[in-house]
Structures are given as structure tokens and as C-alpha cells.
């Protein structure tokens, strides 16, 4: 493996790991934030190792997923994720303070559809 996609793929397992830490300690904005940047970035290096590309400015986990047909059941996590690069971050789009919008069942949530995704990567990307 390339060391950039070794450095994408470390990357992202270390962010969803990073999400369940801030889950323990009740930042779930992050943990919604985290689950996203984990899966973005392993989509991303499975991208690069399927394809040879270097990585693609695109943030979309839904076009993301179709550019290595992702198992069209996990197409709903995609869509649910997504979202969250933005609204965890950004008063304006939420039109309020994004960390007040998150609970614990909206974390666990998150994280376990990350770890629904991952399961899948971790059967495209053998390390």
C-alpha cells in the first residue's frame, strides 16, 4: 500500500476511535463531526487504491461511496453522515449553536453507522 493511502486509512481509524473517546466524555457534536471525517477519509484512501487518483476535493460521502461501489445498503449511512462536515461546525447553517443540537442517542448513532461503513472498508482495504 502507497504510504499516502496508508496515511488516509491510519487517519481515519484514528478519527472513529477519536469519536468514541468523545462520546465518553459527552462532546457529541464531535462525535457526529468525527464519525464523518472518519469515514470521508477511508472512503477517500480506498478511492486512491482502487483507482490510483490522488485525493479528490469532493466531501460528499454519497458520491464518495458510488466512486467505489459502496454496498448500496450502507448508501442510507452515507447520507446521514454527510451532513455532519457542516452542521457540527457552522452556526449559521444550523441557525443556532451546533453543539446543542447533538444528544448521546444522536452520537451513538452516528458512530455506529461509521462502524457499519468501516466493516465494509475493512474488507476493500487489506492491510
Do not use: C
Not at 502507497?2 to 477519536?18: F, P, S
Not at 471525517?37 to 484512501?45: I, M, R
Not at 479528490?56 to 453522515?81: A, E
Not at 448513532?109 to 466493516?119: G, N, P, S, T
Amino acid at each position: 500500500m502507497r504510504e499516502e493511502i496508508k496515511n488516509w486509512w491510519e487517519q481515519a481509524k484514528h478519527d472513529l476511535k477519536a469519536a468514541k473517546k468523545n462520546l465518553e466524555i459527552k462532546e457529541y457534536y464531535l462525535v457526529a463531526f468525527l464519525s464523518q471525517q472518519a469515514v470521508e477519509k477511508g472512503l477517500k484512501a480506498l478511492i486512491m487504491l482502487k483507482s490510483k487518483e490522488r485525493i479528490i476535493p469532493i466531501h460528499s460521502l454519497v458520491k464518495l461511496g458510488k466512486k467505489v461501489n459502496i454496498d448500496k445498503k450502507l448508501l442510507t449511512d452515507l447520507r446521514i453522515l454527510s451532513p455532519e462536515y457542516i452542521i457540527t461546525r457552522y452556526p449559521d447553517v444550523v441557525e443556532s449553536v451546533p453543539h446543542e443540537n447533538y444528544d448521546q442517542s444522536i452520537a451513538k448513532d452516528r458512530i455506529k453507522r461509521a462502524e457499519r461503513i468501516f466493516k465494509w472498508l475493512n474488507t476493500q482495504i487489506k492491510e
